[in-house]
C-alpha cells in the first residue's frame, strides 16, 4: 500500500549558471531552504546524489522500467543527508554530506523530497574538474504565488515500503561493525571483479593483506555480499573516493546470509549502500523491529523520546536516556517505533542513530506489521501458555510449541519458523510468548 503524499515545488530541480537548485516540500515553511551555499568536492558530490538518484530508480530484482521515485533529503546541524531506496526495497543508498563538504550555513532544520528529475540528472552529470556546485535547498525566498501561478503541485507515492524499509534498516545496521577497509585504488580494482548485475548468488567478501578475496562460504571476519551486481551504482564515485569500509554484523562458519553496507569515504561525504541479505529480499518484509515494537510501554516512550531529539547530527542514546528518565533498551525499543515512521536512522560510521522528521503516526507499526498485531491478539485471548524456558500457543486452528533457546533465540514448530529458520524476524506464536514475560529486547 502507497502513503501518498502531496509534495509542492516551486519550480522543477535545475543546475544553472549560479549552481545547483534542489526544490524541496514540506517542512516548517511551505517550502523551506535547509542550506544554501557551495559543495566543496562539487564532482563528487553529483556523483554521489547520482548515485542515490540511480538506485531510487532501479529495481534489481525482476527488473522492470524505471520508478521515478525523489530522494529524501535531511538538514540537521553542519550535515546533508540524502536517502533512497530501489524499487524492489533491496538496497537503501545513502549520501551524508559532512561538515568538511559544505561552505555554508545550515539554516534549518527538516526532511522532504528533493525532485531529481531527468534534465537534472543529465546536468549533474556533467559536472567535473573545479567548477564550482552552489546548493540552494529550497527556493531563494517563500513568495507565494496565486493557485494559478508559479508553484507547481505534484503528488508523489511514497510506498508504504520505503516507510517499512526505514524502521527495519536502521535496527538492521545498529548491530554492524567495522569489517574491512581498503584504499580507493584497490577498491576498483575489487569492484571491477564482481559479477554482473543480474547474477543472483551470494558470495563473502574476506580481508586479505590489502584487498578483499570472494568466496563462497561464510567465515568469521567475513562480509556477506548478496547480488553483488547490486554495488554498481558506487562505480561512479570511484575516482574520488579515498577509501572503501565494508560493515556487518558478527557470522561464523555455516551462517545465514545477512545484510552489509559498502561505504566510500571521500573525506567531504560519503555513499553508502546496504544491500539485503538476497536479492530477491526486501528490508520492507524483515522483521528485525517486531521484538522491540512489542513492549506494553514502547508507544508511549516514543513519544516522550521523540519530543527531545533535537537534530544533532548524531543521537546519544545513553544522553537521551538520561534526559528521558528511562533505561538504554528502552530508548532504543523507542527509537525504533520511531523508526517505523521513518522518524530516525542509523549511521554505520557514526555508530550512531539520526534525526530526520516525518509523519509520525503511532499506529503505523501495527498497521505496517501483522505478525505484531497477530501476537497482541494472542496475547489478549490467553493462547500462551509458559511452562519454564517452553511455552504452548493456542490457536483455533492449530496448538503450536515455542522453544526458548540458551542465546535467547525462540523456534516455533509452526509452518513460518519451519520456513524461515528466524531469519525473518519472530513469528507471531514467539513474539506473543516474549510479550507474556520477557522484557523488551530479548528476544532474538
Not at 34 to 61: I, K
Not at 67 to 94: I, M
Not at 149 to 178: D, N
Not at 298 to 306: H, I, K, N, S, T
Amino acid at each position: 500500500m502507497n502513503a501518498v503524499q502531496t509534495y509542492r515545488y516551486l519550480q522543477p530541480s535545475a543546475l544553472r549558471a549560479a549552481g545547483l537548485d534542489l526544490q524541496t516540500c514540506g517542512g516548517p515553511a511551505a517550502n523551506p531552504r535547509f542550506f544554501a551555499g557551495f559543495l566543496t568536492a562539487p564532482a563528487a558530490a553529483a556523483a554521489g546524489l547520482l548515485a542515490v538518484a540511480e538506485v531510487a530508480r532501479t529495481r534489481y530484482h525482476q527488473p522492470v522500467s524505471p520508478a521515478s521515485l525523489d530522494p529524501v533529503v535531511t538538514g540537521s546541524r553542519g550535515r546533508l543527508r540524502f536517502e533512497s531506496f530501489s524499487g524492489c526495497c533491496g538496497v537503501y543508498a545513502r549520501m551524508d554530506v559532512l561538515p568538511a563538504g559544505l561552505d555554508g550555513e545550515i539554516s534549518g532544520h527538516g526532511t522532504t523530497n528533493v525532485d531529481v528529475n531527468p534534465p537534472l540528472r543529465e546536468a549533474l552529470a556533467r559536472v567535473g574538474g573545479i567548477e564550482p556546485l552552489h546548493v540552494a535547498v529550497g527556493p531563494d525566498d517563500l513568495t507565494v504565488s496565486t493557485m494559478d501561478g508559479a508553484v507547481v503541485e505534484r503528488k508523489v507515492p511514497l510506498p508504504g515500503r520505503w516507510l517499512r524499509g526505514f524502521a527495519e534498516v536502521h535496527v538492521l545496521t545498529a548491530g554492524f561493525e567495522p569489517r574491512a577497509e581498503i584504499a580507493a585504488a584497490e577498491a576498483a580494482a575489487f569492484l571491477r571483479r564482481l559479477p554482473a548485475a543480474g547474477d543472483r548468488s551470494v558470495l563473502w567478501a574476506v580481508p586479505a593483506g590489502r584487498t578483499l578475496r570472494l568466496t563462497s562460504r561464510p567465515a568469521p571476519g567475513a562480509v556477506c555480499l548478496a547480488g553483488a551486481g547490486r554495488l554498481a551504482a558506487l562505480r561512479g564515485l570511484l575516482r574520488h573516493a579515498r577509501t572503501l569500509r565494508v560493515y556487518g554484523p558478527a557470522v561464523r562458519a555455516g551462517s545465514p546470509a545477512v545484510p552489509s553496507t559498502w561505504e566510500l569515504d571521500t573525506g567531504a561525504l560519503r555513499v553508502s549502500l546496504t544491500l539485503s541479505p538476497e536479492p530477491y529480499r526486501g528490508f520492507s518484509g524483515e522483521g528485525a523491529a517486531l521484538a522491540a515494537l512489542a513492549g506494553d510501554d514502547v508507544v508511549d516512550d516514543a513519544e516522550l523520546v521523540g519530543a527531545l531529539l533535537n537534530w544533532d547530527p548524531t543521537i546519544d542514546v545513553a544522553a537521551l536516556a538520561d534526559a528521558a528518565a528511562l533505561p538504554d533498551e528502552r530508548v532504543r525499543a523507542a527509537l525504533a517505533q520511531l523508526g517505523t515512521a521513518g522518524r530516525v536512522g542509523y549511521d554505520v560510521a557514526d555508530g550512531a542513530y539520526f534525526h530526520r522528521v516525518m509523519p509520525y503516526d503511532a499506529g503505523r507499526a501495527e498497521r505496517d506489521n501483522p505478525r505484531l498485531v497477530g501476537a497482541r491478539a494472542l496475547v489478549e485471548r490467553g493462547a500462551v501458555e509458559r511452562d519454564g524456558e517452553h511455552a504452548t500457543v493456542r490457536t483455533d486452528a492449530e496448538t503450536y510449541r515455542v522453544r526458548r533457546h540458551p542465546d535467547g533465540a525462540y523456534s516455533c514448530s509452526c509452518r513460518w519458523w519451519a520456513r524461515h529458520r528466524g531469519q525473518r524476524g519472530p513469528c507471531r506464536h514467539a513474539l506473543a510468548v516474549s510479550m507474556v514475560a520477557a522484557p523488551v529486547g530479548a528476544l532474538s
